[in-house]
């Protein structure tokens, strides 16, 4: 700019120190502004941050069984960026009050300070100026007042001198009154034309410099709020643009995690957990014929495979749908399962004492190195700190066997269902690594018939469900025998009805 405030507004301090007043208004609406803005994006990311939790907690949980489908996976995924998105609005929050509002604050008090410093600074000098002023102008009243009385006296004289009745002593008198005017008149133009030099001076050094000086300082105070300002507000742009980029990342997991979904697999997920394996009854059996006693019924399995009759009473009998309170109870071996429930156990249960079988191994050998470093160190540790690392080992020893051989034994049994070699058994097992002591009696017929021969699966499980259950109750026989048997016993209701009609037609 060519022209300053103290050049070209040397007349205008109203104006300046007004504009500077609005100014200062202008700076703490736009602190207001970014507070509310930093105070809104919090109260967005806590409000967000706590509807997504309500969320996650409703779909933490397995919505199959003890698996995710894709599409829970999924919507977890987009709830977890939620959260990354709740916490990036709490980063805006931060980034505002510390580029923008406390920025603001500090440069509205500077301007604030500089401006009532100034106007300080300039009723000062204008005090001084205005007793200069006032000096001038008590001389020049009394010079004005000399001068009018000096000529009144001079008219005065006249006019004794051209009168003929005045006395030479009254024109004397008149004269030397005149010259003490005169006289008075002359010093006090002196005091004048002095007092009027300086405050001339006085007047030209304020508004030349003093006064120019001061508005020259606010000016460039205003200049400096001015650039600042245009800087916080790129800075309140600023914050948020720095997360969109991570925003951007945010919106692509949960895009990526979408994309991921297959219908396909959630609607086979269902399928393949919950499938028990067990074979699907005959949906028609042959028609009853009460001539030869064949052993039929014209009842569909649905009319009699849930039913077991012994005695003449009616009872329910097991099936793929029975559950007892005896069967339901855990086994050790999953054995209370369904054979494809009871092989994903195994594979779950196996991966965690696999798991708990390596942290054993590796706290065993921590503790070895550590007697070790005793024997050959007496000075790292005492004979009791040895005793009780000793200890530790045999205990580590006795968990480790523990594991191991619960481990293979599982690993036995799954091999056997699956018909896969069997592994080596894991380091600490003390038994017979071929594991056949630990193939339960109730599978070992299934095992030697599936190495002298073949047969079809569901007699294999008929064979192990009979010998499992051996010790159930009564009603719980295998399925095909307490299936003849409830087609024996249609079959003898129908012969005994059919009789006593025959009875009753021949009586």
């Given at each position: 700019?060519?022209?300053?405030?103290?050049?070209?507004?040397?007349?205008?301090?109203?104006?300046?120190?007004?504009?500077?007043?609005?100014?200062?208004?202008?700076?703490?609406?736009?602190?207001?502004?970014?507070?509310?803005?930093?105070?809104?994006?919090?109260?967005?990311?806590?409000?967000?941050?706590?509807?997504?939790?309500?969320?996650?907690?409703?779909?933490?949980?397995?919505?199959?069984?003890?698996?995710?489908?894709?599409?829970?996976?999924?919507?977890?995924?987009?709830?977890?960026?939620?959260?990354?998105?709740?916490?990036?609005?709490?980063?805006?929050?931060?980034?505002?009050?510390?580029?923008?509002?406390?920025?603001?604050?500090?440069?509205?008090?500077?301007?604030?300070?500089?401006?009532?410093?100034?106007?300080?600074?300039?009723?000062?000098?204008?005090?001084?100026?205005?007793?200069?002023?006032?000096?001038?102008?008590?001389?020049?009243?009394?010079?004005?007042?000399?001068?009018?009385?000096?000529?009144?006296?001079?008219?005065?004289?006249?006019?004794?001198?051209?009168?003929?009745?005045?006395?030479?002593?009254?024109?004397?008198?008149?004269?030397?009154?005149?010259?003490?005017?005169?006289?008075?008149?002359?010093?006090?133009?002196d005091q004048y034309n002095t007092e009027r030099f300086e405050f001339g001076k006085s007047q030209q050094t304020f508004y030349i410099t003093t006064q120019s000086n001061i508005f020259h300082s606010l000016e460039s105070q205003f200049h400096s709020a001015i650039k600042e300002e245009g800087r916080i507000i790129c800075a309140y742009a600023g914050a948020t643009?720095?997360?969109?980029?991570?925003?951007?990342?945010?919106?692509?997991?949960?895009?990526?995690?979408?994309?991921?979904?297959?219908?396909?697999?959630?609607?086979?997920?269902?399928?393949?957990?919950?499938?028990?394996?067990?074979?699907?009854?005959?949906?028609?059996?042959?028609?009853?014929?009460?001539?030869?006693?064949?052993?039929?019924?014209?009842?569909?399995?649905?009319?009699?495979?849930?039913?077991?009759?012994?005695?003449?009473?009616?009872?329910?009998?097991?099936?793929?749908?029975?559950?007892?309170?005896?069967?339901?109870?855990?086994?050790?071996?999953?054995?209370?399962?369904?054979?494809?429930?009871?092989?994903?156990?195994?594979?779950?249960?196996?991966?965690?004492?696999?798991?708990?079988?390596?942290?054993?191994?590796?706290?065993?050998?921590?503790?070895?190195?550590?007697?070790?470093?005793?024997?050959?160190?007496?000075?790292?540790?005492?004979?009791?700190?040895?005793?009780?690392?000793?200890?530790?080992?045999?205990?580590?020893?006795?968990?480790?066997?523990?594991?191991?051989?619960?481990?293979?034994?599982?690993?036995?049994?799954?091999?056997?269902?699956?018909?896969?070699?069997?592994?080596?058994?894991?380091?600490?097992?003390?038994?017979?690594?071929?594991?056949?002591?630990?193939?339960?009696?109730?599978?070992?017929?299934?095992?030697?018939?599936?190495?002298?021969?073949?047969?079809?699966?569901?007699?294999?499980?008929?064979?192990?469900?009979?010998?499992?259950?051996?010790?159930?109750?009564?009603?719980?026989?295998?399925?095909?025998?307490?299936?003849?048997?409830?087609?024996?016993?249609?079959?003898?209701?129908?012969?005994?009805?059919?009789?006593?009609?025959?009875?009753?037609?021949?009586?």
């Open positions: 700019y060519s022209m300053g405030w103290g050049d070209a507004l040397w007349d205008q301090e109203g104006v300046i120190f007004s504009h500077l007043d609005k100014h200062l208004d202008f700076i703490n609406k736009c602190q207001q502004f970014y507070h509310a803005r930093a105070v809104l994006e919090q109260k967005f990311a806590k409000d967000l941050i706590k509807l997504t939790e309500k969320f996650q907690a409703e779909s933490s949980k397995p919505d199959v069984g003890d698996e995710h489908s894709t599409l829970l996976t999924a919507w977890n995924m987009a709830l977890e960026e939620t959260i990354h998105v709740a916490k990036q609005h709490e980063d805006i929050h931060d980034r505002i009050n510390e580029t923008c509002v406390v920025p603001t604050r500090e440069l509205a008090n500077k301007l604030k300070a500089g401006k009532k410093e100034g106007y300080s600074d300039l009723q000062t000098k204008k005090k001084k100026l205005q007793e200069k002023r006032h000096k001038f102008d008590t001389s020049r009243k009394a010079y004005e007042k000399a001068y009018k009385d000096d000529m009144d006296m001079q008219t005065k004289l006249v006019k004794i001198r051209d009168s003929s009745s005045a006395s030479k002593q009254k024109i004397n008198k008149a004269r030397s009154d005149a010259n003490s005017l005169q006289s008075a008149t002359g010093q006090a133009k643009s720095e997360v969109l980029n991570i925003l951007g990342k945010c919106m692509e997991g949960i895009v990526e995690s979408a994309t991921n979904i297959n219908a396909d697999n959630d609607v086979e997920l269902l399928a393949n957990i919950f499938k028990t394996g067990h074979n699907i009854p005959s949906e028609i059996l042959p028609e009853f014929n009460p001539a030869d006693g064949s052993n039929q019924s014209s009842k569909t399995p649905s009319a009699t495979s849930h039913l077991n009759i012994k005695s003449g009473k009616t009872k329910g009998f097991k099936s793929m749908f029975k559950h007892s309170r005896k069967r339901s109870s855990p086994r050790e071996d999953f054995s209370h399962l369904p054979p494809e429930q009871r092989k994903k156990a195994l594979v779950k249960k196996i991966a965690e004492l696999t798991d708990s079988h390596t942290k054993e191994s590796k706290r065993l050998n921590a503790v070895a190195k550590t007697i070790e470093i005793y024997r050959n160190q007496p000075q790292f540790g005492d004979e009791k700190a040895l005793a009780a690392a000793e200890k530790d080992v045999d205990s580590y020893t006795r968990e480790k066997g523990r594991l191991a051989a619960k481990l293979f034994k599982l690993q036995v049994i799954h091999c056997t269902l699956t018909d896969t070699p069997i592994p080596q058994p894991p380091d600490g097992y003390t038994g017979d690594p071929s594991g056949q002591d630990l193939i339960p009696a109730t599978m070992r017929k299934r095992a030697d018939s599936q190495l002298s021969q073949s047969v079809s699966v569901r007699d294999v499980e008929e064979e192990e469900e009979e010998e499992s259950d051996d010790d159930d109750e009564d009603d719980d026989d295998d399925f095909d025998n307490q299936y003849e048997d409830a087609q024996t016993y249609n079959q003898k209701q129908q012969q005994q009805q059919y009789l006593q009609h025959q009875q009753q037609q021949q009586h």
